[in-house]
T-cell receptor
Framework: GENVEQHPSTLSVQEGDSAVIKCTYS??????FPWYKQELGKRPQLIID?????GEKKDQRIAVTLNKTAKHFSLHITETQPEDSAVYFC???????????FGKGTRLHILP | EAQVTQNPRYLITVTGKKLTVTCSQN?????MSWYRQDPGLGLRQIYY???????DKGDVPEGYKVSRKEKRNFPLILESPSPNQTSLYFC?????????????FGPGTRLLVL
């Protein structure tokens, strides 16, 4: 079955700098890769996603890149702000009527 | 307001006492699922359902049951809870594209099994 590895588990960056979180997946059939943000005490919420027919997607300060050959995808946050402090989860899915496999999460700290 | 609701939000119980956590969505979503969240382990899918009367095991189904008798409801049943089921539980739902669309999460249920 699918396995999703996420790194790093914790990341601290200075406010205004960029943050990068990486995920690798094992199932070459996976074709949908969402990223969720979970603020302290809140529920996870989708921030960006990418499908396997696209190599990169951007939404303001957030971007996701996908390398199907290497089976890895990354979340890039530029010009980080205090409100970016949260836990971020990547996930991978293959068929629409199948399970969702999440990474173990990255706790991002934005330092003042 | 479009939303996913869970009840109860907090629950303390004892080993072996059957419990049910309810989940309901008012968005006419087809795909619903349950997750547990544990420190260092992230979100792990317990069960999911593509539609009424269709349920499947996720990654960690042992010790749990679900049912999908109506499209809007997807209760999680612990027939004989054990301390290792102490966790934060989330219900989620999504549109017809199932697991390949945005998952809308409920507020979470924090369960402590003594």
């Amino acid at each position: 079955g699918e396995n999703v590895e996420q790194h790093p588990s914790t990341l601290s960056v200075q406010e205004g700098d960029s943050a990068v979180i990486k995920c690798t997946y094992s199932d070459s059939a996976s074709n949908y890769f969402p990223w969720y943000k979970q603020e302290l005490g809140k529920r996870p919420q989708l921030i960006i996603d990418i499908r396997s027919n696209v190599g990169e997607k951007k939404d303001q300060r957030i971007a996701v890149t996908l390398n199907k050959t290497a089976k890895h995808f990354s979340l890039h946050i530029t010009e980080t702000q205090p409100e970016d402090s949260a836990v971020y989860f990547c996930a991978a899915t293959a068929n629409r009527d199948d399970k969702i496999i999440f990474g173990k999460g990255t706790r991002l700290h934005i330092l003042p | 307001e479009a939303q996913v609701t869970q009840n109860p939000r907090y629950l303390i119980t004892v080993t072996g006492k059957k419990l049910t956590v309810t989940c309901s969505q008012n968005m006419n979503h087809e795909y619903m699922s349950w997750y547990r969240q544990d420190p260092g382990l992230g979100l792990r899918q317990i069960y999911y359902s593509m539609n009424v009367e269709v349920t499947d095991k996720g990654d960690v189904p042992e010790g749990y049951k679900v049912s999908r008798k109506e499209k809007r409801n997807f209760p999680l049943i612990l027939e004989s809870p054990s301390p290792n089921q102490t966790s934060l539980y989330f219900c989620a739902s999504s549109l017809s594209a199932g697991n390949q669309e945005t998952q809308y999460f409920g507020p979470g249920t924090r369960l402590l099994v003594l």
